[in-house]
């Protein structure tokens, strides 16, 4: 303890902080208060104080204080003390381990233990440091430290993966778990593995386990399912086996997708589950998930992905439908739901076509139903023949349009009868336009 010049003061007891964080024993001992208690002038006589911080947090001597207090059965009584010029929590549980393994009653193997698990848990030495400081083989602290150590790493891991499957570089996955850029590179090439991901999570996204809720892989342009399971109520939300169909088909394990319409983040979720990395983002994110995705306007700007438009291998669009999502994200002129129509053609086209120059292979599939009901007289409008068209046929080729009718009906019974009334076919359909990067 010589780093550190100490003085000598009288206090009061009442004065002294118990913490039981830096209070290097599990349990304190009552035979040994009493003894003390009985020797307790004798042992002040000698110098034996009891130590504290400066700001009077007790470090060593809780024999002796719980001794006064039997003695003098009085908090104020004044009594000297030495103190320690330090106020941190990691000095303050050093210099107590050292003074309680330097003299009087010494630490048990159970007290060791805990003082090792908390400077590596709480204090973040490492365990050279920790043996040396209480006094202990490294190979025991490794030992006490073992399933510590292996949780902290598999968190770590978790992370990692966590941050690559949501297309953050190795640089920045680096600067937030703070280790080197190759570090993560290197367990990022040990993560992408069927080994690490472990036969259930492997199968899962090679979708050797697609069949287990009784779902068929998709064959036919028909997907028809039943109302969504999402439990989250919000406008727009897309059935998550749209998304799974569409990675089933046209993507790989760790392949990119990017959903610029990201919604309540379903294409999140189906990602995180099939291993996929995604890329997504949003003009307005949902403020739930707004720490998930990305916020972009994908009319103004594409994706910069890092130079990493080679492994995208899927676009999924599910933009607000002109006039049927008027005013339900927002008022502003720039949503595609509250465009003019030559506006909303011009601006999605563009984003197709922008997207099909960035992305060198793969897909690019679009969600769309035509607007009837809320349409100028009515009239049926098909966005997905408009987008077919506008399509660049230099990069794009159509490879199928999908049937995927809505679950639950939205006619109204008003619409009902003024349909029948006009004998007019109610708009009911949706379709997914698949095209393939050429």
Request: net charge positive; proline share 5%; aromatic share 10%.
């Amino acid at each position: 303890m010589s780093s550190y010049s100490t003085e000598v003061k009288n206090i009061k007891l009442s004065d002294i902080v118990f913490d039981e964080k830096i209070y290097p024993r599990k349990k304190h001992d009552p035979i040994l208060v009493q003894q003390y208690a009985n020797d307790i002038e004798e042992i002040e006589n000698s110098g034996n104080y009891i130590s504290v911080s400066s700001d009077l947090t007790l470090l060593d001597g809780k024999h002796r204080y719980l001794a006064y207090l039997s003695k003098y059965d009085s908090k104020d009584i004044q009594k000297p003390v030495f103190i320690y010029p330090v106020k941190s929590e990691t000095d303050k549980l050093t210099i107590a381990v050292k003074l309680n393994s330097s003299h009087g009653k010494q630490l048990t193997q159970e007290d060791k233990r805990k003082n090792v698990l908390t400077f590596y848990s709480e204090h973040r030495r490492s365990i050279t440091e920790i043996a040396k400081l209480v006094s202990v083989r490294k190979a025991t602290a490794l030992g006490w430290t073992k399933t510590v150590r292996e949780n902290e790493e598999q968190e770590l891991n978790d992370k990692i993966f966590e941050m690559y499957l949501s297309c953050h570089t190795a640089s920045e996955i680096g600067q937030s778990v703070e280790i080197p850029e190759q570090t993560v590179r290197d367990r990022i090439k040990k993560l992408s593995t069927e080994k690490f991901l472990g036969t259930k999570k492997w199968k899962l996204s090679k979708y050797g386990d697609f069949d287990e809720d009784k779902t068929l892989r998709p064959v036919y342009n028909y997907w028809s399912f039943p109302k969504n399971p999402n439990p989250m109520k919000y406008f727009g939300i897309c059935h998550p086996s749209i998304i799974d169909n569409l990675i089933y088909l046209y993507t790989e394990p760790f392949d990119i997708v990017i959903d610029p319409f990201a919604g309540a983040c379903t294409t999140i979720d189906v990602c995180k589950k099939r291993s996929r990395r995604y890329w997504i983002s949003d003009r307005k994110p949902f403020p739930a998930r707004e720490n998930e995705i990305r916020k972009l306007d994908i009319v103004q700007e594409l994706p910069s992905l890092n130079k990493r438009w080679s492994d995208v291998s899927l676009t999924f669009l599910d933009p607000p439908y002109w006039k049927q999502a008027e005013g339900r994200y927002s008022n502003d002129p720039e949503d595609f739901g509250n465009m003019t129509l030559d506006d909303f053609n011009k601006y999605l086209s563009g984003v197709i076509n922008g997207i099909a120059k960035k992305q060198s292979k793969g897909f690019i599939a679009l969600l769309i139903q035509p607007t009837q009901w809320k349409s100028p007289d009515k009239g049926f409008t098909d966005h997905a023949f408009d987008m077919i068209r506008l399509a660049d046929p230099k990069r794009l080729k159509l490879i199928n349009r999908i049937a995927s009718p809505l679950s639950n009906l939205q006619c109204l019974p008003p619409m009902v009868a003024y349909a029948r009334e006009k004998k007019m076919l109610l708009v009911q359909t949706r379709e997914i336009i698949v095209w393939r990067i050429i």
